[in-house]
């Protein structure tokens, strides 16, 4: 039976890029899905230990993910540190992982930057635990923005070993399950993760840099949209936005190495529900002067009552206290039921 499972680190503030690639897809695959949403608060660890707010930023992202719409009584909504569980099954991917397929990962190597030595053991294992978060569902499909494709790509290698070197035992046991490896049927314990990485924003880059991802870390605020900006805020930053001289192009080809034309269109298309296609006919042509204001006028339509409404959510701490410990509980039934099978699998005692 197909499973959602997502997450989102509590580093910061959430922006366009986040909503767009991520939080947006949540809310609508759970009307066709069974969905679990984290808020993977053990990830944000690894490339800076200390945070003084990370109890106030998990709360931020929790009302985010309710304010945008997904219902916490359906779907289970929690944060990761509650159930150990996603530590335990991390262990036991970092055996099954390489320490080469973790050098290969590109966001560890923007994240260490040069001075790879000095990063934490946490960073280069990043992809183990974000493995285990996923597996320890075992979820079928991972909404994310395009930068994770390559995180999710090692779960699946994670998997595909993890169910190879115990091939017998799980068949011993009697608990695997039919998966299709290409053409072949196989028996394993883990599925095979597929990615959701898709529409017209699946990586919205930054406000001031059409080559760098929109990010939380950014130190410029006016490379990103938040989540919590007002409306004169969300208008001043699209104004604001680095452009090129020329007027859009009549056709989307034109976009070729307009890396900052070709974000806003994104946006555009992403906010509006139409394809790239569809604003380049609308748009194309037109200054900047024109589509800066339109592209403002929208995002301050589709934001700001999120903004509203995460602020009314988050005043409710109680409430939002209560959703976490609701849902964790949930999580860690499950939880639970896949390491009793991972610890059999593997030959660990257990009571
Ligand atoms: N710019 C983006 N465009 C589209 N999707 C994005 N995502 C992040 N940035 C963009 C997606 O948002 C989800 C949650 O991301 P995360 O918080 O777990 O970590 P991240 O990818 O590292 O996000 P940031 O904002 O860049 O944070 P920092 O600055 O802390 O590294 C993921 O699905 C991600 O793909």
Redo the contacts with the bound molecule.
Sequence with gaps: KPLVF???????N??????????RKFVSLQNEHDCIYCV?DM??IT?QLVHEDLASQTRS?TAAYLACGIDPTKHIVFNQSRVMQHAELAWIFNCVARIGWMNRMT?FKD?AGKDRENASLGLLAYPSLMAADILLYRATH???????KQHIELTRDIAIKFNNDFSHRIADLGIGVELMMGEEKVNGFFPLTEPMIEGP??????LRDGSK??????PSDLS?INLTDDADTISKKIRKARTDPEALPSELAGLKDRPEADNLIGIYAALSDQTREAVITEYGGQQFSVFKPALADLAVEKLAPIASEMRRIQADTAYVDAVLKDGGERARTIAEGTMKQVRQIIGFLQD
């Design positions: 997502s997450g989102v680190q509590p580093t910061g959430l922006h366009l890029g986040n909503y767009l690639g991520a939080i993977v990830h944000s490339a992202i966001q994240k991972v909404p994310v923005g395009d930068d994770q924003a699946t990586r919205v880059m930054s991802k929109m990010s939380k870390s950014d990103r």
